[in-house]
């Protein structure tokens, strides 16, 4: 199986940046859908970026303009680039990695946390 290493969080004022990486033990590209998501402690986890094994890229609402998802095939890497990052984005973010074929349920990162002071 495929594993997954975050890393990249941490504590940030309102408005500022952060990058976050995830790297697979094996290449993504044509073998994997991934997405980052994310979710703060009692509450239910939100997709906030995927994109496909052949690189399509989708985005809800709330972190359209603002979040980047994109994939580095020689270093089998998802970063997701987070900008004017808002209070309301604080929780733990967790890559995902779904295989295009087969009955997985796929497969999940640690989790890295992020919080944004307001």
């Known amino acids: 199986q495929v594993q997954l290493v975050e890393s990249g969080g941490g504590l940030v004022q309102a408005g500022g940046s952060l990058r976050l990486s995830c790297a697979a033990s094996?290449?993504?590209?044509?073998?994997?859908?991934t997405g980052w998501y994310r979710q703060v402690s009692g509450k239910q986890r939100e997709l906030v970026a995927h994109?496909?094994?052949?690189?399509?890229?989708d985005y809800p609402d709330s972190v359209k303009g603002r979040f980047t998802i994109s994939r580095d095939d020689a270093k089998n890497t998802v970063y997701l680039q987070m900008n004017n990052l808002k209070p309301e984005d604080t929780a733990v973010y967790y890559c995902?990695?779904?295989?295009?074929?087969?009955?997985?349920?796929?497969?999940w990162g640690q989790g890295t946390q992020v919080t944004v002071s307001s």
């Open positions: 994109i496909a094994s052949a690189g399509s890229i």
């Open positions: 094996e290449t993504l590209f044509g073998r994997y859908h």
């Open positions: 995902h990695a779904q295989p295009t074929r087969g009955a997985s349920d796929g497969f």
